[in-house]
Protein backbone atom coordinates (compact mmCIF):
# COMPACT_ATOMS: atom_id res chain seq x y z
CA UNK A 1 0.00 0.00 0.00
CA UNK A 2 2.88 2.12 1.00
CA UNK A 3 4.75 1.46 -2.64
CA UNK A 4 1.45 2.54 -4.22
CA UNK A 5 1.06 5.33 -2.46
CA UNK A 6 4.29 6.84 -3.45
CA UNK A 7 3.78 5.79 -6.91
CA UNK A 8 0.63 7.52 -6.96
CA UNK A 9 2.50 10.71 -5.70
CA UNK A 10 4.96 10.03 -8.48
CA UNK A 11 2.63 9.83 -11.04
CA UNK A 12 1.07 13.08 -9.54
CA UNK A 13 4.28 15.02 -9.43
CA UNK A 14 5.21 13.97 -13.28
CA UNK A 15 1.65 15.16 -14.29
CA UNK A 16 2.16 18.27 -12.51
CA UNK A 17 5.65 18.75 -13.97
CA UNK A 18 4.56 18.31 -17.25
CA UNK A 19 1.94 20.30 -17.05
CA UNK A 20 3.85 23.19 -16.13
CA UNK A 21 6.12 22.81 -19.28
CA UNK A 22 3.24 22.69 -21.25
CA UNK A 23 2.01 25.97 -19.84
CA UNK A 24 5.69 27.36 -20.27
CA UNK A 25 5.62 26.26 -23.72
CA UNK A 26 2.49 27.66 -24.57
CA UNK A 27 3.04 31.28 -23.12
CA UNK A 28 5.99 30.67 -25.12
CA UNK A 29 4.60 30.09 -28.44
CA UNK A 30 2.20 32.95 -27.49
CA UNK A 31 5.15 35.43 -27.14
CA UNK A 32 6.35 33.87 -30.41
CA UNK A 33 3.19 34.64 -32.75
CA UNK A 34 3.14 38.09 -30.86
CA UNK A 35 5.82 39.21 -31.54
CA UNK A 36 5.85 37.67 -35.58
CA UNK A 37 2.24 39.61 -35.79
CA UNK A 38 4.46 42.91 -34.62
CA UNK A 39 6.73 42.02 -37.05
CA UNK A 40 4.58 41.64 -39.29
CA UNK A 41 2.52 44.67 -39.01
CA UNK A 42 5.84 46.68 -39.13
CA UNK A 43 7.01 45.11 -42.32
CA UNK A 44 3.56 45.98 -43.94
CA UNK A 45 3.59 49.63 -42.53
CA UNK A 46 6.86 49.59 -44.51
CA UNK A 47 5.35 49.32 -47.91
CA UNK A 48 4.16 52.55 -49.94
CA UNK A 49 0.30 53.01 -48.91
CA UNK A 50 -0.24 56.65 -49.93
CA UNK A 51 -1.36 57.67 -53.75
CA UNK A 52 1.40 59.47 -55.40
CA UNK A 53 0.38 63.15 -56.95
CA UNK A 54 1.52 62.90 -60.08
CA UNK A 55 -0.41 62.86 -63.24
CA UNK A 56 2.16 61.05 -65.53
CA UNK A 57 2.16 58.17 -63.25
CA UNK A 58 -0.11 55.19 -62.58
CA UNK A 59 1.45 52.58 -60.00
CA UNK A 60 0.20 49.75 -57.47
CA UNK A 61 1.95 47.00 -55.68
CA UNK A 62 1.16 44.08 -53.79
CA UNK A 63 3.20 41.32 -51.78
CA UNK A 64 1.64 38.14 -50.45
CA UNK A 65 4.00 36.57 -47.95
CA UNK A 66 4.02 33.11 -47.57
CA UNK A 67 4.65 32.66 -43.78
CA UNK A 68 3.74 35.51 -41.04
CA UNK A 69 6.88 37.58 -42.30
CA UNK A 70 8.82 37.80 -45.97
CA UNK A 71 11.91 38.37 -47.84
CA UNK A 72 10.01 40.25 -50.41
CA UNK A 73 9.85 44.15 -50.80
CA UNK A 74 8.88 46.51 -53.08
CA UNK A 75 8.53 50.40 -52.50
CA UNK A 76 8.55 54.17 -54.77
CA UNK A 77 8.93 57.45 -53.68
CA UNK A 78 9.02 60.45 -55.87
CA UNK A 79 11.74 62.92 -56.05
CA UNK A 80 12.38 66.15 -58.54
CA UNK A 81 9.59 64.62 -61.01
CA UNK A 82 11.54 61.39 -60.91
CA UNK A 83 10.07 57.94 -59.85
CA UNK A 84 12.27 56.18 -57.46
CA UNK A 85 11.20 52.17 -57.68
CA UNK A 86 12.37 48.88 -57.00
CA UNK A 87 12.15 45.32 -55.98
CA UNK A 88 13.39 42.62 -54.02
CA UNK A 89 13.34 39.09 -52.95
CA UNK A 90 15.88 37.55 -50.21
CA UNK A 91 17.16 34.15 -49.96
CA UNK A 92 15.54 31.83 -47.73
CA UNK A 93 11.98 32.56 -46.16
CA UNK A 94 11.04 33.74 -42.80
CA UNK A 95 12.42 35.92 -40.03
CA UNK A 96 16.32 35.89 -41.50
CA UNK A 97 15.37 36.81 -44.91
CA UNK A 98 12.84 39.27 -43.51
CA UNK A 99 15.96 40.93 -41.97
CA UNK A 100 18.13 41.37 -45.01
CA UNK A 101 15.56 43.20 -46.35
CA UNK A 102 14.33 45.61 -44.23
CA UNK A 103 17.88 46.72 -44.10
CA UNK A 104 17.97 46.55 -48.30
CA UNK A 105 15.21 48.23 -48.02
CA UNK A 106 15.99 51.32 -46.00
CA UNK A 107 19.17 51.33 -47.75
CA UNK A 108 17.44 52.31 -51.27
CA UNK A 109 15.46 55.17 -49.37
CA UNK A 110 18.85 56.28 -47.95
CA UNK A 111 20.89 56.24 -51.25
CA UNK A 112 17.85 57.45 -53.13
CA UNK A 113 17.10 60.47 -51.38
CA UNK A 114 20.35 61.93 -52.61
CA UNK A 115 21.31 59.98 -55.95
CA UNK A 116 19.41 59.42 -59.26
CA UNK A 117 21.63 56.88 -61.12
CA UNK A 118 20.05 53.65 -59.93
CA UNK A 119 23.57 51.91 -60.72
CA UNK A 120 25.26 53.81 -58.32
CA UNK A 121 22.50 53.26 -55.71
CA UNK A 122 22.61 49.44 -56.80
CA UNK A 123 26.74 49.43 -55.97
CA UNK A 124 26.44 50.88 -52.94
CA UNK A 125 23.56 49.00 -51.28
CA UNK A 126 25.73 45.81 -52.57
CA UNK A 127 28.87 47.19 -50.77
CA UNK A 128 26.76 47.56 -47.42
CA UNK A 129 25.00 43.97 -47.63
CA UNK A 130 28.35 42.34 -48.16
CA UNK A 131 30.03 43.72 -45.54
CA UNK A 132 29.69 41.35 -42.37
CA UNK A 133 27.55 38.78 -44.57
CA UNK A 134 28.63 35.56 -42.78
CA UNK A 135 25.59 34.01 -43.32
CA UNK A 136 25.97 34.38 -46.74
CA UNK A 137 22.46 35.54 -47.57
CA UNK A 138 21.71 37.09 -50.96
CA UNK A 139 19.31 39.80 -52.71
CA UNK A 140 17.78 39.62 -55.80
CA UNK A 141 16.80 43.29 -56.60
CA UNK A 142 15.28 45.25 -59.39
CA UNK A 143 16.17 49.48 -59.38
CA UNK A 144 14.54 51.79 -61.51
CA UNK A 145 14.21 55.52 -61.80
CA UNK A 146 11.82 57.32 -64.23
CA UNK A 147 12.09 60.56 -65.45
CA UNK A 148 8.63 61.45 -65.44
CA UNK A 149 8.51 64.60 -68.15
CA UNK A 150 9.79 62.46 -71.04
CA UNK A 151 9.76 58.69 -69.98
CA UNK A 152 13.38 58.19 -70.03
CA UNK A 153 13.73 55.19 -67.69
CA UNK A 154 17.22 54.24 -65.91
CA UNK A 155 17.62 50.76 -64.40
CA UNK A 156 19.72 48.08 -62.96
CA UNK A 157 19.26 44.59 -62.02
CA UNK A 158 21.04 42.35 -59.68
CA UNK A 159 19.79 38.74 -60.54
CA UNK A 160 16.11 39.79 -60.55
CA UNK A 161 13.68 38.29 -62.71
CA UNK A 162 13.12 39.77 -65.65
CA UNK A 163 10.25 42.62 -65.62
CA UNK A 164 7.88 43.02 -68.44
CA UNK A 165 6.92 45.79 -70.65
CA UNK A 166 3.20 45.91 -71.67
CA UNK A 167 2.69 48.34 -75.14
CA UNK A 168 0.06 46.26 -76.95
CA UNK A 169 1.68 42.96 -75.83
CA UNK A 170 3.99 41.86 -72.97
CA UNK A 171 7.43 42.08 -73.82
CA UNK A 172 10.80 41.46 -71.51
CA UNK A 173 12.57 44.00 -70.68
CA UNK A 174 16.26 43.93 -71.77
CA UNK A 175 18.56 43.41 -68.74
CA UNK A 176 22.00 43.05 -67.49
CA UNK A 177 21.61 40.26 -65.24
CA UNK A 178 24.32 41.10 -63.09
CA UNK A 179 24.70 39.29 -59.41
CA UNK A 180 22.93 39.54 -56.41
CA UNK A 181 23.13 41.46 -53.94
CA UNK A 182 25.53 40.54 -51.44
CA UNK A 183 27.28 37.88 -52.97
CA UNK A 184 30.68 39.92 -54.38
CA UNK A 185 31.65 43.22 -52.79
CA UNK A 186 33.77 43.99 -55.74
CA UNK A 187 30.95 43.53 -58.24
CA UNK A 188 30.79 46.15 -61.31
CA UNK A 189 27.27 46.32 -61.20
CA UNK A 190 26.18 47.72 -64.68
CA UNK A 191 23.12 49.83 -65.94
CA UNK A 192 20.70 50.19 -68.53
CA UNK A 193 18.54 52.65 -70.04
CA UNK A 194 15.34 52.32 -72.29
CA UNK A 195 12.17 54.78 -72.76
CA UNK A 196 8.49 54.45 -71.76
CA UNK A 197 6.42 55.04 -74.28
CA UNK A 198 2.80 56.75 -72.74
CA UNK A 199 0.63 54.51 -71.90
CA UNK A 200 3.15 51.56 -71.63
CA UNK A 201 3.64 49.80 -68.50
CA UNK A 202 6.39 48.34 -66.53
CA UNK A 203 5.32 44.82 -64.36
CA UNK A 204 7.88 44.00 -62.11
CA UNK A 205 7.24 40.30 -59.98
CA UNK A 206 9.38 37.87 -58.17
CA UNK A 207 9.46 34.31 -58.83
CA UNK A 208 6.38 33.50 -56.25
CA UNK A 209 4.54 34.60 -59.39
CA UNK A 210 6.12 32.31 -62.09
CA UNK A 211 6.54 29.42 -59.54
CA UNK A 212 3.39 29.72 -57.74
CA UNK A 213 2.78 25.74 -58.10
CA UNK A 214 -0.72 23.33 -58.00
CA UNK A 215 -1.62 20.01 -56.00
CA UNK A 216 0.39 18.22 -59.48
CA UNK A 217 3.80 20.39 -58.88
CA UNK A 218 2.79 22.38 -61.85
CA UNK A 219 4.31 25.65 -62.22
CA UNK A 220 1.93 28.98 -63.10
CA UNK A 221 4.84 29.79 -65.36
CA UNK A 222 5.89 32.98 -67.64
CA UNK A 223 3.15 32.03 -70.02
CA UNK A 224 0.21 32.03 -68.19
CA UNK A 225 1.58 35.50 -67.14
CA UNK A 226 1.78 36.78 -70.56
CA UNK A 227 -1.57 35.50 -71.82
CA UNK A 228 -3.18 37.38 -68.35
CA UNK A 229 -1.64 40.34 -69.50
CA UNK A 230 -2.80 40.20 -73.10
CA UNK A 231 -6.02 39.70 -72.09
CA UNK A 232 -6.49 42.87 -70.70
CA UNK A 233 -4.46 45.37 -72.61
CA UNK A 234 -5.63 48.45 -71.49
CA UNK A 235 -5.84 47.40 -67.66
CA UNK A 236 -4.85 50.20 -64.79
CA UNK A 237 -2.06 49.18 -62.51
CA UNK A 238 -4.32 48.13 -59.81
CA UNK A 239 -6.35 46.07 -62.71
CA UNK A 240 -3.64 44.28 -64.06
CA UNK A 241 -2.90 42.93 -60.35
CA UNK A 242 -6.25 42.16 -59.47
CA UNK A 243 -6.19 39.99 -62.71
CA UNK A 244 -2.82 38.32 -62.12
CA UNK A 245 -3.61 37.35 -58.70
CA UNK A 246 -6.71 36.02 -59.66
CA UNK A 247 -5.51 33.87 -61.93
CA UNK A 248 -2.65 32.41 -60.18
CA UNK A 249 -4.62 31.83 -57.19
CA UNK A 250 -7.52 29.95 -59.42
CA UNK A 251 -4.36 28.03 -60.94
CA UNK A 252 -3.06 26.84 -57.27
CA UNK A 253 -6.33 26.34 -56.20
CA UNK A 254 -6.29 24.61 -52.65
CA UNK A 255 -2.38 24.59 -52.51
CA UNK A 256 -0.49 26.06 -50.09
CA UNK A 257 1.65 28.52 -50.76
CA UNK A 258 5.15 27.64 -50.98
CA UNK A 259 6.62 31.27 -51.68
CA UNK A 260 6.15 35.34 -50.67
CA UNK A 261 4.37 36.56 -54.26
CA UNK A 262 5.05 40.11 -55.09
CA UNK A 263 4.07 42.67 -58.09
CA UNK A 264 4.65 46.30 -58.95
CA UNK A 265 3.11 47.73 -61.82
CA UNK A 266 4.18 51.14 -63.31
CA UNK A 267 2.17 52.89 -65.84
CA UNK A 268 3.32 55.80 -67.79
CA UNK A 269 0.49 58.18 -68.34
CA UNK A 270 1.65 61.79 -69.79
CA UNK A 271 -0.90 64.17 -69.92
CA UNK A 272 -1.64 66.50 -72.92
CA UNK A 273 -1.72 70.18 -71.81
CA UNK A 274 -2.48 73.26 -74.57
CA UNK A 275 0.63 75.39 -74.77
CA UNK A 276 -0.59 79.01 -73.72
CA UNK A 277 3.04 80.69 -74.04
CA UNK A 278 6.83 79.54 -75.79
CA UNK A 279 9.35 81.52 -75.67
CA UNK A 280 13.43 80.73 -76.10
CA UNK A 281 16.82 82.82 -75.36
CA UNK A 282 20.11 81.11 -76.18
CA UNK A 283 23.76 83.06 -74.71
CA UNK A 284 26.84 81.86 -74.33
CA UNK A 285 28.59 81.37 -70.87
CA UNK A 286 29.71 84.60 -69.28
CA UNK A 287 28.24 86.89 -66.74
CA UNK A 288 27.50 89.74 -69.13
CA UNK A 289 24.45 87.90 -70.28
CA UNK A 290 22.54 87.61 -67.25
CA UNK A 291 20.82 90.85 -67.85
CA UNK A 292 19.25 89.20 -70.67
CA UNK A 293 17.74 86.58 -68.55
CA UNK A 294 16.48 88.67 -66.22
CA UNK A 295 14.62 90.45 -68.93
CA UNK A 296 13.62 87.02 -70.61
CA UNK A 297 11.65 85.73 -67.36
CA UNK A 298 10.52 89.60 -66.52
CA UNK A 299 8.71 89.52 -70.62
CA UNK A 300 7.06 86.31 -69.47
CA UNK A 301 6.23 87.39 -66.11
CA UNK A 302 4.60 90.29 -67.61
CA UNK A 303 2.48 88.45 -70.39
CA UNK A 304 1.25 85.76 -67.64
CA UNK A 305 0.13 88.83 -65.67
CA UNK A 306 2.45 87.39 -62.63
CA UNK A 307 2.50 89.14 -59.18
CA UNK A 308 5.87 91.49 -59.36
CA UNK A 309 6.70 89.53 -56.33
CA UNK A 310 6.81 86.09 -58.06
CA UNK A 311 8.09 87.43 -61.18
CA UNK A 312 10.98 88.77 -59.01
CA UNK A 313 11.26 84.60 -57.15
CA UNK A 314 11.60 83.65 -61.07
CA UNK A 315 14.15 85.59 -62.55
CA UNK A 316 16.29 85.21 -59.07
CA UNK A 317 15.72 81.28 -59.63
CA UNK A 318 16.62 80.77 -63.41
CA UNK A 319 19.35 83.60 -62.93
CA UNK A 320 20.56 81.21 -60.25
CA UNK A 321 20.63 78.04 -62.63
CA UNK A 322 22.02 79.49 -65.21
CA UNK A 323 24.91 80.72 -63.12
CA UNK A 324 25.45 77.05 -61.87
CA UNK A 325 25.84 76.52 -65.81
CA UNK A 326 28.39 78.79 -66.48
CA UNK A 327 30.42 78.69 -63.66
CA UNK A 328 30.84 74.65 -63.94
CA UNK A 329 29.45 73.21 -67.15
CA UNK A 330 32.27 74.27 -69.29
CA UNK A 331 35.94 74.64 -68.66
CA UNK A 332 37.79 77.97 -67.76
CA UNK A 333 38.11 80.21 -70.81
CA UNK A 334 35.77 77.62 -73.12
CA UNK A 335 33.07 79.14 -74.83
CA UNK A 336 29.76 77.39 -74.60
CA UNK A 337 26.02 77.69 -75.53
CA UNK A 338 23.19 78.08 -73.08
CA UNK A 339 19.68 77.81 -74.24
CA UNK A 340 16.06 78.19 -72.32
CA UNK A 341 13.42 77.43 -73.09
CA UNK A 342 9.92 78.04 -71.91
CA UNK A 343 6.57 76.53 -71.91
CA UNK A 344 3.24 77.35 -70.08
CA UNK A 345 0.35 75.68 -69.77
CA UNK A 346 -2.75 76.15 -67.73
CA UNK A 347 -1.25 74.14 -65.10
CA UNK A 348 2.19 74.91 -65.31
CA UNK A 349 5.26 77.42 -66.25
CA UNK A 350 8.06 75.19 -67.51
CA UNK A 351 11.34 76.24 -67.76
CA UNK A 352 14.41 73.58 -69.67
CA UNK A 353 18.04 75.11 -69.05
CA UNK A 354 20.20 73.30 -71.73
CA UNK A 355 23.91 73.17 -72.46
CA UNK A 356 26.42 70.78 -73.94
CA UNK A 357 29.32 70.69 -70.85
CA UNK A 358 30.27 68.67 -68.52
CA UNK A 359 27.26 65.98 -67.13
CA UNK A 360 27.08 67.27 -63.53
CA UNK A 361 23.51 66.96 -61.53
CA UNK A 362 22.96 69.15 -59.49
CA UNK A 363 19.82 67.62 -58.22
CA UNK A 364 21.99 64.97 -56.18
CA UNK A 365 23.97 67.87 -54.68
CA UNK A 366 23.40 67.70 -50.66
CA UNK A 367 21.33 70.37 -48.81
CA UNK A 368 22.60 73.08 -47.43
CA UNK A 369 22.21 72.68 -43.33
CA UNK A 370 21.64 76.27 -43.02
CA UNK A 371 21.65 75.92 -39.26
CA UNK A 372 25.91 76.35 -39.78
CA UNK A 373 27.44 79.94 -39.56
CA UNK A 374 29.03 80.92 -42.77
CA UNK A 375 32.78 79.95 -41.40
CA UNK A 376 31.28 76.31 -41.22
CA UNK A 377 29.40 75.90 -43.98
CA UNK A 378 31.21 73.84 -46.93
CA UNK A 379 31.69 76.65 -50.25
CA UNK A 380 28.68 75.86 -53.09
CA UNK A 381 24.94 74.36 -52.84
CA UNK A 382 23.15 77.57 -51.73
CA UNK A 383 22.20 78.40 -55.53
CA UNK A 384 20.56 75.12 -56.24
CA UNK A 385 18.92 75.18 -52.62
CA UNK A 386 17.86 78.62 -53.54
CA UNK A 387 16.47 77.39 -56.58
CA UNK A 388 15.24 74.44 -54.83
CA UNK A 389 12.51 76.83 -52.43
CA UNK A 390 11.07 78.99 -55.23
CA UNK A 391 10.46 76.50 -57.78
CA UNK A 392 7.78 73.41 -56.96
CA UNK A 393 9.99 70.51 -59.04
CA UNK A 394 13.77 70.39 -60.21
CA UNK A 395 15.05 67.96 -62.59
CA UNK A 396 17.79 66.87 -64.58
CA UNK A 397 18.66 64.57 -67.11
CA UNK A 398 21.55 63.69 -69.19
CA UNK A 399 20.37 63.39 -72.90
CA UNK A 400 22.70 62.79 -75.81
CA UNK A 401 25.41 64.58 -74.25
CA UNK A 402 23.40 67.44 -73.29
CA UNK A 403 22.05 68.54 -69.69
CA UNK A 404 18.81 69.26 -69.42
CA UNK A 405 17.74 71.09 -65.97
CA UNK A 406 14.08 71.37 -65.97
CA UNK A 407 12.59 74.07 -63.16
CA UNK A 408 8.88 73.72 -63.16
CA UNK A 409 6.27 76.53 -61.24
CA UNK A 410 2.70 75.71 -60.61
CA UNK A 411 0.19 77.94 -61.97
CA UNK A 412 -2.91 78.37 -59.92
CA UNK A 413 -4.33 81.03 -62.14
CA UNK A 414 -3.62 83.29 -65.14
CA UNK A 415 -4.85 86.66 -64.69
CA UNK A 416 -7.25 87.48 -67.45
Request: glycine residues 6%.
Given at each position: MLLGFLLLG?????????????????????????????????????????????????????????????????DYFLRDDKLFFCIGDASGKGVASALIMTVTHAMFRSFGSRESNPTRI???????????????MFVTFFIGVLDLPTGRLHY???????????????????????????????????????????????LLYTDGLTEAMNANHQQFGLQRVKDVINEHPDSTSQQLLDSLLNASSAF???????????????????????????????????????????????????????????????????????????????????????????TATAK???????????????TDAPDVDTSLTAEERQIGGLGIFLVRQLMDTINYERIDHTNVLTLTKKITKVKD
Open positions: YIIYRFLKNNKRMAQNEKERARIDTELQVAKRIQSEMLPHDDLNHDNIDIAGTLLAAREVGGDIYMQKINHAVCHGNESSCNAGHDTPLIINGEAMPLEVISNIPLGVDMDWFYEGQEAELKPGATLVDSAVQSDDLTMLAVKFTPQEEETILHRELSITNDLSHLAQVNDFVKDIGDELKFEPSDTQNLKLAIEEAVVNVINYAYPAGEKGEINIESALIFKIRDNGMAFAP
